[in-house]
């Protein structure tokens, strides 16, 4: 796949997990720093926790990625029709299934109530994900 899909546009992933709290949101992070606008990424939950785990934006920020100001919500029928890859995170069946849409499962631990020597392996397994999706998708990571 070039830098483009099919009409023209960006590569856009969706970015799942159960609380849009952790795993997800560092997903995100990872991707909108390494892609730098040459691909579009989005993150949700199934169950929108109150706040991003601060724990994982600690272990972001050790990275130099701000995580900060992101909240969890909700994904949205809209969001995921868009998408053209969707990532799940230990979701399962509250995941939604469009047909046609590429799907990965990541299976990585839920950083929920870990301390930050906890967070750190899954942070960076996340990074070595993401920056493979990238080269999948033929977008040239920023490093």
């Not at 009409?7 to 730098?36: I, K, T, W």
Request: proline content about 8%.
């Amino acid at each position: 796949m070039s830098h483009t899909a099919s009409d023209g546009s960006l590569p856009h992933v969706m970015f799942l997990c159960v609380h849009n709290a952790g795993r997800s949101q560092m997903a995100l992070g990872f991707f909108e720093h390494y892609a730098a606008g040459r691909a579009i990424a989005t993150s949700g939950g199934s169950e929108p926790a109150a706040m991003v785990n601060p724990v994982a934006v600690a272990a972001m920020a050790e990275k130099g990625i701000d995580i900060s100001k992101e909240f969890p919500k909700p994904w949205t029928a809209v969001g995921l029709q868009a998408a053209d890859v969707i990532i799940t995170m230990g979701c399962g069946d509250e995941c939604p299934y469009y047909p046609g849409k590429r799907y990965e499962d990541w299976p990585l631990d839920d950083p929920a109530g870990q301390g930050i020597d906890a967070v750190r392996p899954i942070r960076d397994n996340i990074e070595q994900r993401v920056l493979g999706l990238l080269a999948e998708l033929d977008v040239p990571a920023t490093v």
